[in-house]
């Protein structure tokens, strides 16, 4: 029972990894990155559909992104949906291909994007304490409910807390990087 637990916790601690990588993926740095379009939606056909779902994505060289939309009848859709979207970039539409020029950040708006990614860094934290939390929890339930001693959920809560620290080490590992890639000029 104590087993299961820690593998629960540690599985939603590695989510909880993954998805700070995820966001952090989302995020514009001034380089081009296909993951910037996941959250952009179109209606394609009356559904709700990701850009990166219905054209292929090209980064030709750093600071560009090139759509193609396999059905050209969208192609004015998608640059509606980019414009719409919190990118902040005017795409240019060119004969059924939309390029999006990425200018690299300002000094300013680097710092902005740096605040951001250290609050979803935070956040990450707290969902990593929380699963702590919860963890210890369940085995305190265990204590009082099952016949577990107090020496075996000791040792399974010292367990918990050493994942949870090196989670909270790879939240920071990660947000470093991303703050370096951020701040490059």
């Known amino acids: 029972m104590i087993d299961e637990i820690i593998k629960a916790t540690t599985e939603k601690m590695d989510k909880t990894i993954v998805n700070l990588s995820n966001e952090f993926a989302t995020i514009r740095t001034g380089r081009a990155s296909a993951a910037m379009l996941e959250r952009i ?13 219905i054209a292929s994505v090209k980064t030709p060289e750093a600071h560009l992104l090139v759509i193609e939309p396999w059905d050209k009848q969208i192609v004015n859709d998608v640059a509606k949906a980019i414009q719409a979207s919190d990118l902040g970039i005017n795409p240019s539409n060119d004969s059924g291909v939309i390029r999006l020029p990425f200018p690299p ?10 605040k951001q990614c250290r609050h979803i860094g935070e956040e990450a934290k707290i969902a990593i304490r929380n699963e702590r939390r919860d963890a210890n929890s369940k085995l305190d339930r265990l204590i009082k409910e099952e016949d577990f001693s107090k020496d ?4 399974a809560e010292d367990k918990i807390q050493k994942l949870t620290d090196k989670h909270i080490e790879e939240v920071d590992e990660v947000l470093k990087r991303k703050e370096a890639e951020v701040m490059e000029v």
């Open 105 to 114: 950040p300002t000094e300013e708006r680097r710092k902005e994007l740096v």
């Open 41 to 53: 939606y179109v209606n394609y056909y009356g559904t709700q559909t990701p850009i990166t779902q």
């Open 152 to 155: 075996e959920v000791h040792r």
